[in-house]
Structure formats: C-alpha cells, structure tokens
C-alpha cells in the first residue's frame, strides 16, 4: 500500500496546492548538472558522454541514497519519496494548463500566448509550422502526458523515485532551455527516450481501448502509420490512437475538453490497477 499511498497524496497535494509547480524549476536539475561536470568532467570517458553518464551515475547514487534512508527510517523514506513524486508527477499542473488554453480558445483568443502552447508541449518548440498550430498542440496533448503523468507512474512503479527523478531529469535536459546542448546530443538523447518512453508509451494507448471505444482503438493502432524516426514513431503512436478517441470535428475547445475527460478516465483505469496489485500484495 506504500506505493499506492504516495500516489494518491501526491496527487490530492498538487491538485489543492497548485503554487507547487513554483518549486519545479529546471534550474534546480541544471544546478546538479553544473556540478558534476565540474567534479567529474576531466574524466576522458565521462567527457566524451557527459550527458549519458550524468543520467546514468545520478540514477545509481540516488538508488544507494534511497536505499540508505530506507534502511534508517521508513518514515523519512516515505516523505523523501513523495517530495520526489511531488516534484515529477505533474497530473493538475498540466490539466490546469489545458485548462488555460480552452479558456482562451473559448473566448476567440487567436493570439494565444506561446509560452503556453509550448508548456504543454515542448517537443513541438522546433516545429516550423506557423498555420494550425492550436491543432498540432492539441493533437500532442496525448504524448505529452507521458512525461507528466504515465511515464511517471509506470517507473515509479517499475523502479521506484530514483528512476522517476532521473525519468524527469532526462525531459528536462531535452526539452528545457536552461540546457544549451548541442543538435545532435539532443538528437542522441531524443533516441534513448524511445526505449525509455515505448513501453508507458503503449500501455496508455491500449488503456484508451478500455476506457473507451475499445474496437475503434484497436482497429487505430493495427493500422497506424509511423515514420521510420524512432522518437518521432512513439510521438506518433499515442497521438495517432488518441485520434480515435476524440472529435477532431468539434471546436478547439471542446476538443480539450475531450481529451481532458479521456486522460482523467485514463488516470483512473491505472490508478485502479494499482489499487488491485497493492490489495494482491504483488505492490507493497
């Protein structure tokens, strides 16, 4: 029930205390960056894959740190692990930017602010598309509720808050300006999160066909069309199989409403899994 717990505190918190997203700054994680590259970067083998070995030494020194406070109190534990959870799990954060932008789009408001639309989808910051880009966004909705909501879950899961914190730092590097990395090191990362998002990627898919109309889902991802990029084919998979599952006909804003209902349905169809493998004793 420990994980289930968290889970379930951590989202009642953010959803009633939304000045939480103030203390989820990426300058934070790029503080952490800036010191190991100053403790560690005259490594020739670090050098040449600093971002790599950043990840990778963060995720194993976190699982020791964590492992230790286990060890010592599972009180402290507890409450280190939902700061982390806190600091990663952005469900409200990014329902209440959804809810932003359908509130703009409801009252006609063309010159919708950017900074907006890229929040809610920052893997569409280089997009060269200057026409329908209201619609772009819309459609990403569902990818980027990935890195804010189910690639959490599925590696807090899986691994634990080491993972989900290294999870979050890996986005952030990525999608984040604070970070000033070069095309083809962002290119080398954007291949890693295909592996690392494929499998929340595919779940969520599959989750739209119990939520919702099962055979119209399914009928969508046995006929999807992927491009041969790998990022860009996890992209396309969820946004593609959220396409069933929403009217592309209605306006902007009742889309977001949509898919606002259709990722909260999603939300609870894996909280109540968890809910069932924590009542099993299979999730302690």
Excluded: H
């Excluded at 300058?27 to 403790?39: E, G, M, T």
């Amino acid at each position: 029930m420990f994980t289930l717990s968290i889970i379930i505190l951590a989202l009642t918190i953010e959803y009633f205390y939304d000045d939480i997203k103030n203390f989820r700054s990426a300058i934070i994680i790029n503080d952490i960056f800036s010191l190991f590259q100053n403790k560690l970067n005259n490594i020739s083998l670090i050098k040449k894959n600093t971002y790599i070995a950043f990840l990778i030494l963060f995720l194993l020194i976190s699982m020791i740190i964590m492992t230790l406070i286990k060890s010592i109190s599972l009180i402290i534990f507890f409450i280190v692990t939902l700061m982390i959870v806190l600091y990663c799990l952005r469900t409200n954060q990014y329902n209440r930017d959804m809810e932003e932008l359908k509130i703009k789009l409801e009252f006609n408001n063309s010159d919708v602010d950017k900074s907006l639309l890229y929040r809610l989808c920052p893997n569409l910051k280089q997009t060269r598309i200057k026409s329908n880009l209201n619609s772009l966004i819309i459609q990403n909705l569902f990818f980027n509720s990935i890195a804010n909501t189910f690639g959490i879950l599925f590696y807090f899961l899986l691994i634990g808050p080491a993972a989900v914190l290294t999870y979050t730092i890996l986005n952030t590097m990525i999608y984040s300006e604070k970070f000033k990395l070069p095309a083809k090191t962002r290119q080398d990362l954007r291949e890693y999160m295909y592996f690392i998002d494929y499998i929340p990627v595919r779940l969520t898919s599959y989750t739209f066909s119990v939520i919702s109309n099962y055979d119209k889902v399914i009928d969508r991802i046995n006929n999807l069309k992927l491009s041969n990029n790998s990022y860009l084919s996890n992209v396309e998979f969820i946004n593609q199989t959220g396409d069933s599952v929403y009217d592309s006909e209605l306006k902007e804003s009742e889309q977001i409403i949509q898919i606002q209902n259709i990722l909260a349905r999603t939300l609870i169809a894996w909280v109540s899994i968890i809910t069932l493998l924590s009542v099993s004793g299979i999730l302690v």
